[in-house]
């Protein structure tokens, strides 16, 4: 049963932001639809009546005061940028 | 006396009273390290003059405090001088964290985690930084852009992953300590590969702050050590509340060493029949069920119980941790840091070429199943029916936990496989997590101790879990059953040939 198709892979790509050979794109395909094939079997499951877990303890949103505070400086924000300009990160040109 | 090999609680003893330094203890641990790198390819980052300089401070520092010593002053902490070797997915400032990609080879953190600052504050040794599956994705450590680490029982066979370089370290006495990962059973089950006892604390009891996300409702970070004290001291030097960790629990114990005591009189265990099904080799089950008859002998009450939806984890994992990994990981485009491919001439072009060089195909294959899972027009099917399957195993724990103090399973399905004998099978490498995962989707405690080795000379281990924060049930069930099965075994061979 073929869950994926090489052209929906395309997409996928496109959208991960990854390049793919056209060798590795059939072996990718043919891995992923193995392992769509092997989780489909979550469809069985009876979830009704269960929410979707959002987190495993019962836990709630942390406030802080709204006060400035000590933060990373700016030099060492940019120290492993690959290429920068001044005080910000240089980039290709955006298409 | 090799002092590599000594318990890290021994070594603190001895510095206390003065007997050896720092010095000596980094001295050995460099010394195994230089003679067995080459071998087991534990270590991505170590630096014999940083490491001394380091063991150097600290005996500066125990001559300062000499005399003045008095137990309520907390100035000899549990690893003042002592070496702890950190996964490479653990930020220390000014010292290069890769996680094992090569979309990070050169990142140097500008800031130290929260395990580290802490372990910082006693004057801890750090050893250096090792290797791991590709951002902890891997369950045999074939998955690093700096090559495989080996077993220390067996050359030819994996450690387990992805801690796999945090394990090996600890097993082959390069280290008494280590600091690793768990998200399916990345701490566990490399433990159990490798002989030593792993543990993977309730989620939020570790700070995550300065741990590279993989799967954020899953990661949490742990020890690795030879013995259970060890397990306890580490976890207790490194636990606590911590703003900089949203999900990071208020209210958690700090002392952990109080439940080391010998007595599971009275304890109820229970054994998840699912995870002593045919998957399973007969070889652990006949270890674990040797285990199961000591705690009975010692008064424990042992039963076979069932957590039907166990079925469902391996399948609700790989929709969930791809899913949260493609996300944590699309700040790898090279504009902020990490490799960055020169050529390319337009920014999405940038981009794609960037991640399609600097990362690994495991990664690759997950980002694509999380981008899938969580796409339009599936993400009901896949991600949001994930969640809710989860929610069943969360209360099949609920449930036996209402029953039993502890449940016990194997850690691992098999032993140490072969180099290379499942790398290119995806789904058969997921495999190797199916005793593991169930406790991460939960956000359980979990440890992994030795239970023997089998006829091949290759260790086994017994995986104890309990409901959440119940740390101490952990500490006294492993304390108990080490005592009891007096593993008591290192690859020492290693050092022979």
């Given at each position: ?95 | ?35 067995l790198q080459g071998k087991l390819n534990a270590y991505i980052y170590f630096d014999k003059e ?207 060493c109080q439940f080391l005591y010998d007595n599971i009189k009275g304890l109820k265990i229970g ?43 391996l399948s609700v994992y790989y929709i969930i941790a791809p899913s949260e990994a493609s996300s ?170």
């Amino acid at each position: 049963m073929k869950i994926i198709s090489g052209q929906e892979v395309r997409h996928i790509a496109k959208l991960a932001e990854l390049d793919f050979s056209e060798e590795e794109l059939s072996k990718i395909t043919s891995q992923l639809d193995d392992i769509l094939e092997h989780v489909a079997i979550i469809t069985r499951a009876d979830t009704s009546g269960a929410e979707p877990t959002s987190h495993t303890l019962k836990i709630s949103n942390v406030f802080r005061e709204d006060k400035v505070r000590q933060s990373l400086a700016k030099e060492d924000a940019l120290k492993n940028a690959p290429e920068r300009c001044g005080d910000g990160f240089l980039v290709p040109k955006i298409d | 006396m090799r002092l590599n090999f000594l318990p890290a609680y021994e070594l603190k003893n001895m510095l206390q009273k003065r007997e050896i330094s720092s010095e000596d203890i980094a001295s050995q641990c460099l010394k195994a390290t230089e003679r067995l790198q080459g071998k087991l390819n534990a270590y991505i980052y170590f630096d014999k003059e940083h490491m001394l300089s380091q063991a150097r401070a600290a005996d500066a520092y125990l001559k300062e405090i000499c005399g003045s010593f008095n137990k309520k002053d907390g100035k000899y902490f549990d690893f003042t001088g002592i070496p702890v070797a950190v996964k490479d997915n653990i930020c220390t400032k000014d010292i290069k964290t890769t996680c094992a990609s090569k979309i990070l080879s050169d990142y140097v953190p500008v800031y130290d985690a929260t395990v580290i600052q802490r372990l910082k504050s006693q004057k801890y040794v750090l050893s250096g930084k090792l290797n791991m599956d590709e951002f902890a994705m891997g369950s045999s450590n074939e998955n690093s852009a700096f090559g495989p680490v080996k077993n220390p029982w067996d050359t030819e066979r994996v450690p387990g992953g992805s801690s796999g370089g945090p394990a090996a370290a600890v097993a082959a006495g390069l280290v008494p300590c280590s600091l690793g990962s768990d998200t399916g059973g990345s701490i566990r089950q490399p433990a159990s590969l490798c002989g030593v006892v792993g543990l993977k604390p309730t989620y939020g009891l570790v700070s995550r702050y300065g741990l590279v996300a993989f799967a954020s409702s899953l990661d949490q970070i742990g020890p690795i050590t030879r013995n259970v004290t060890d397990s306890a001291n580490l976890l207790s030097a490194i636990c606590g509340w911590d703003e900089y960790d949203s999900t990071s629990i208020n209210g958690g114990l700090h002392d952990y060493c109080q439940f080391l005591y010998d007595n599971i009189k009275g304890l109820k265990i229970g054994v998840p029949q699912e995870l002593m099904s045919g998957g399973v080799d007969a070889a652990i089950k006949e270890s674990v069920n040797g285990v199961l008859k000591l705690a009975e002998s010692m008064g424990a009450v042992v039963e076979m119980t069932s957590l039907p939806s166990f079925e469902y984890a391996l399948s609700v994992y790989y929709i969930i941790a791809p899913s949260e990994a493609s996300s944590n990981l699309s700040r790898f485009d090279g504009v902020r840091y990490g490799y960055r491919n020169r050529d390319a001439t337009s920014l999405r072009s940038m981009y794609r070429s960037t991640r399609a060089e600097g990362f690994g195909p495991e990664v690759k294959r997950r980002i694509m199943i999380g981008t899938y899972c969580l796409s339009s027009g599936y993400y009901d099917a896949y991600y949001e029916k994930a969640q809710r399957v989860r929610t069943l195993i969360i209360n099949d724990f609920k449930k036996a936990f209402g029953k039993y103090d502890v449940l016990i399973s194997p850690s691992s399905p098999t032993t140490a496989f072969k180099i290379g004998e499942k790398s290119d099978d995806p789904l058969s490498m997921y495999m190797s997590d199916i005793c593991t995962i169930p406790v991460n989707l939960a956000g359980l405690p979990a440890i992994s101790i030795p239970s023997g080795l089998s006829e091949n000379n290759l260790p086994i281990g017994v995986q104890i879990i309990a409901d959440t924060l119940r740390e101490d049930l952990i500490f006294k069930t492993a304390y108990s059953l080490e005592k009891a099965i007096n593993f008591n075994k290192l690859p020492v061979h290693l050092y022979e040939q």
